[in-house]
């Protein structure tokens, strides 16, 4: 009898499976020679070109202007009344990384220990992540992930949100975090006393010049061998590159004095390649960090000021202040744990509302973050080479009411869907709808 329910149960199963709806399975991207016509284009880097015309052709841009001939057996996409901007950039997620906080088993942003720099964001990154689809086809194509916890919690790794594998969608940067010991509170739980706040920081500062130290004589020793006989230290090997300016450090940093310590650090220690993330007060130290030639990714703006006696828009005219001081500077969302990276534009929209020149601001998400990871000859603007990262709206996309119709990512078209367009389709068209009682 047994024997006979199992059968029927696997015949049962198999019915099911071969009569499913196969809409319900994810889409496919697209891939081939594009020719998005019709549009107003807006390059980044070389203005904007009304009545324009983007070739896409093996994954790169191969043609934009206003005299542009089509490719035969191109498919063409008649873009009259949209806008088309190059992928945005958000430098600061946790894309991949994070699925569900509240379980272990859905988070992989944070791993044990203090010093861990070895361990790479882009080796726990999840292609299949429900926070991809929701952020690409807002516009964000392509996110640092990063790492968190530890003084040192490990190495960010830059990624375009498509690809079945981390390998297949890193987008060519790579930056060991640290998270500057912090003079201030770490939430409104955290009770300590100002002598045992200064305490930890004095605690961590000097456990990070001990690494920073271990980590000089390794890369010496290093060095004078070849590679050979140094033994393996994994946090030692992964902190070399950034001794040797080879890969940059990407400093967290957010309080005034903490800033002022950390440009203090890195002067001290010779860093190479350094940018500063986070920096919510980076207003009080704009023409320090300016001074120093560090470019800064920071964010959230959307956010509310660090003091209670600073002004409602400390954090929204952040961005502006330290760019007209001359510091180079990024956008990011920087959401911790909600997963509205693609609130991206907003939080550019509210920095030109509040003090950032629009040109600036547009940059901060596209060009400029491209440039301070050293990728700008790939992303971050619509030019011919460029890899054909880029998406297509219709109107301003600062602002909230603007609908993305088309995404590209290295030069595939992305299916417009995720949980959430899936969701708003069945409750638009409720069957059976609402109860006849």
Request: include cysteine; charged fraction near 20%; proline fraction near 5%.
């Amino acid at each position: 009898m047994k024997k006979i329910q199992l059968i029927y149960g696997v015949i049962v199963a198999a019915f099911c499976l071969a009569t499913m709806n196969l809409s319900a399975q994810s889409p496919k991207g697209k891939t081939g020679v594009f020719a998005l016509t019709n549009a107003t284009v807006e390059t980044i880097t070389k203005g904007t070109i009304a009545n324009g015309t983007v070739v896409i052709t093996n994954g790169k841009i191969t043609a934009v202007g206003t005299n542009v001939q089509v490719p035969a057996g191109a498919e063409v996409i008649n873009c009259n009344g949209m806008k088309i901007y190059p992928g945005m950039i958000d430098a600061g997620t946790k894309v991949g990384l994070l699925e569900v906080g509240q379980i272990p088993q859905g988070s992989d942003e944070r791993e044990s220990g203090e010093i861990i720099p070895q361990m790479k964001a882009l080796s726990a990154v999840n292609p299949n992540a429900t926070v991809i689809p929701v952020t690409r086809i807002s516009g964000v194509t392509t996110v640092v992930t990063m790492p968190e916890g530890g003084l040192l919690p490990g190495t960010a790794a830059l990624i375009n949100l498509h690809g079945y594998t981390p390998d297949q969608m890193y987008a060519g940067f790579e930056g060991v975090v640290l998270n500057f010991p912090n003079t201030g509170r770490r939430g409104f739980g955290d009770r300590r006393t100002e002598d045992e706040l200064k305490k930890a920081s004095e605690k961590a500062l000097a456990q990070l010049n001990d690494v920073w130290e271990k980590a000089t004589q390794y890369h010496k020793l290093d060095s004078a061998t070849s590679g050979k006989g140094v033994g393996y230290y994994p946090e030692m090997q992964a902190l070399v590159p950034v001794i040797r300016g080879e890969r940059a450090l990407m400093v967290e940093v957010d309080l005034q004095k903490d800033i002022q310590a950390a440009l203090k650090w890195v002067k001290e220690k010779r860093v190479k390649k350094v940018v500063f993330t986070g920096v919510s007060e980076g207003w009080r130290e704009a023409e320090s960090i300016a001074k120093a030639g560090i470019p800064v990714i920071t964010g959230p703006v959307i956010a509310i000021p660090n003091r209670d006696y600073d002004r409602y828009d400390a954090r929204y005219s952040n961005a502006g202040m330290m760019a007209k001081a001359g510091v180079k500077v990024a956008i990011r969302s920087g959401e911790e744990g909600n997963g509205n990276y693609r609130n991206l534009p907003y939080h550019a929209g509210f920095a030109t509302a509040y003090g950032m020149n629009r040109e600036e601001a547009l940059k901060a998400i596209t060009i400029t973050p491209a440039e301070i990871l050293g990728v700008s000859a790939q992303y971050g603007s619509i030019e011919v080479g460029k890899v054909a990262n880029l998406f297509v709206c219709d109107g301003d996309i600062f602002e909230t009411k603007t609908q993305v119709s088309q995404v590209f990512i290295d030069g595939w078209k992305i299916p417009m869907q995720s949980r959430q367009t899936l969701l708003y389709d069945e409750f638009l068209k409720r069957e059976p709808g609402l109860s006849k009682h």
